[in-house]
């Protein structure tokens, strides 16, 4: 299975802020979405990426002050992206051994999609499952 496969099963809609968004207003896109990270984004170029882990990571430096910074005083600035090609195991191997958990995906340097590690997860329950019945199915005419 490929990340193409990932992106034709949850679609290519990418959410984003601009690097001068306040923190406290990617904060709530973030809630609202119940999403756990965000592109920053300028224009089509991706600038970084925040997390969750970012936004505690900061607050626990330096306080609930920080949420009137930009997004750009706190966001992940290298950025790890992967290609529609790249095979699902590949993925996983890169987001466990980054230890982070979200890949925005660019085809001829072009962003077309973002995929998560629940994404990855979902599409390998699926796998097993398929899986499993087809050899249900081979016992069963056996």
């Given at each position: 299975m490929t990340v193409r496969a990932i992106l034709n099963a949850k679609g290519h809609n990418v959410l984003s802020v601009p690097p001068d968004a306040k923190l406290s207003a990617a904060v709530k896109v973030l809630s609202e979405r119940r999403i756990g990270a965000v592109l920053v984004m300028s224009g089509t170029r991706v600038d970084g990426i925040l997390?969750?882990?970012?936004?505690?990571?900061?607050?626990?430096?330096?306080?609930?002050?920080?949420?009137?910074?930009?997004?750009?005083?706190?966001?992940?600035?290298?950025?790890?992206?992967?290609?529609?090609?790249?095979?699902?195991?590949?993925?996983?191997?890169?987001?466990?051994?980054g230890k982070f958990r979200h890949l925005p995906v660019l085809e001829n340097d072009r962003l077309v999609g973002l995929v998560s590690i629940g994404d990855v997860v979902k599409l390998r329950v699926q796998e097993y499952e398929t899986e499993q019945e087809a050899l249900r199915d081979y016992i069963k005419t056996a």
């Open positions: 997390s969750e882990r970012d936004i505690v990571r900061v607050l626990g430096e330096r306080g609930a002050g920080v949420l009137d910074e930009p997004v750009s005083a706190v966001m992940t600035r290298k950025v790890i992206n992967c290609r529609p090609s790249d095979t699902v195991a590949g993925l996983m191997e890169v987001m466990t051994s």
